[in-house]
């Protein structure tokens, strides 16, 4: 079977100081297209001289904060780009496209300014808080997505994004709740099995990790990154024939995958 090239492209894994090395995790924000009301609003005022500018901001990374400390922590955010069918010049859409360019500052100048005459748009809260999340201003971010979900409980985007942030800041008892929510709404999305694996993994609970993220393999057997957790799940269970073939599995998707070269030799040489 042919690997997805967007599922190999993430397979990519992070050393880290310690003893031996640590697996890294493409934590995902998922960007929604904001209501057309939104844009009619800040179309409108533009027209009656509101100032929509967004000021001058210094070069940022689109690297988020150092995650709390621990293993196999978090260690990237991606935001998936969506089409955005408005023209260039609407401001919204220029928000989303400085978000979407890491210009987080920029971004949330102009969400501020939607959010002050729509404060009740569970779409552009969740924006916003995606944002800060990324900027590393966790606390605001936590506000805006928590609002957001009260105002609009069964949005599935909303919750994952929620738990992603979450996860971030390092709160993964509430993150496993919210992803396990939004898995009752979908329960078959894979990214969400994913998400809950790790964070099982992450609090100990590694039988049902393991679970959640066969799960995940289950609905999506081109995502390569899924074997690495899966694996290391299993190797912390004893079970390493089976860490072992999820990490063959992973090197027949990803051939140069590092990780899973190592820690196949390290299977093979106990």
């Given at each position: ?59 940022s ?12 922590a ?68 936590l506000?805006l997505?928590?609002?957001a ?122």
């Amino acid at each position: 079977m042919m690997a997805d090239k967007k599922d190999v492209k993430e397979a990519k894994s992070e050393d880290k100081a310690g003893d031996g090395p640590k697996i890294g995790f493409p934590r995902k924000f998922k960007l929604g297209t904001p209501k057309s009301s939104v844009s009619e609003m800040l179309m409108g005022a533009a027209g009656q001289g509101t100032s929509l500018a967004s000021p001058q901001m210094q070069s940022s990374s689109m690297a988020p904060p150092q995650a709390p400390s621990a293993d196999y922590a978090p260690t990237s955010f991606t935001v998936e780009p969506e089409p955005v069918e408005e023209q260039v010049t609407d401001p919204l859409t220029e928000a989303m496209r400085r978000h979407r360019a890491g210009e987080f500052d920029a971004a949330l100048s102009l969400y501020r300014l939607a959010m002050a005459q729509r404060p009740d748009d569970a779409n552009l809260l969740m924006m916003a808080g995606i944002a800060n999340s990324q900027k590393g201003t966790h606390g605001e971010a936590l506000q805006l997505l928590r609002r957001a979900a009260e105002l609009a409980p069964d949005t599935v985007q909303i919750l994952t994004n929620l738990g992603t942030a979450l996860q971030g800041a390092g709160q993964l008892d509430e993150a496993l709740t919210t992803y396990e929510r939004a898995q009752q709404l979908t329960p078959g999305d894979p990214d969400l099995s994913f998400n809950l694996g790790f964070v099982l993994r992450r609090l100990g609970r590694l039988e049902e990790a393991a679970a959640a993220l066969q799960k995940a393999v289950d609905l999506r057997p081109t995502y390569a990154e899924t074997y690495l957790h899966l694996g290391v799940t299993l190797e912390g269970l004893g079970r390493k024939d089976e860490a072992a073939a999820a990490y063959r599995r992973l090197l027949e998707l990803a051939p140069q995958h590092s990780e899973a070269q190592q820690r196949l030799q390290a299977l093979s040489g106990s």
